[in-house]
Nanobody
């Protein structure tokens, strides 16, 4: 069965950095785009970043451009999110996902497999 295991979340001061990892198992997703989403308490799940199967096409939400970097290692079936210059408003549960259906890249409904989420908390 497919599983996406996220790690790397934690508590960090504003201005600090974290690197999230998401290792997939059960299937190989080298032919799929993968992405990161986040959800803060009481808010909608928001698109953060996505990366194509080759890693050559990358798109970010405006609020993370210049601060976050998405990457992938298909040999390890893993996607990463490097987060720098973190702000308190970045506090959320971060989810990785695999795109399996047609739809806008930022549309959560296009992603068919999801990780369990990892908590990121940024203090002032």
């Amino acid at each position: 069965q497919v599983q996406l295991a996220e790690s790397g979340g934690g508590l960090v001061q504003a201005g600090g950095s974290l690197k999230l990892s998401c290792a997939a198992s059960g299937r190989t997703f080298g032919g799929n785009a993968m992405g990161w989403f986040r959800q803060a308490p009481g808010k909608e799940r928001d698109f953060v970043a996505t990366i194509s199967s080759s890693g050559e096409n990358i798109y970010y939400a405006d609020f993370v451009k210049g601060r976050f970097t998405i990457s992938r290692d298909n040999a390890k079936n893993t996607v990463y999110l490097q987060m720098d210059s973190l702000k308190p408003e970045d506090t959320a549960v971060y989810y990785c996902a695999v795109r399996t259906r047609a739809g806008a890249l930022g549309f959560a409904g296009a992603y068919g497999y999801w990780g369990q989420g990892t908590q990121v908390t940024v203090s002032s």
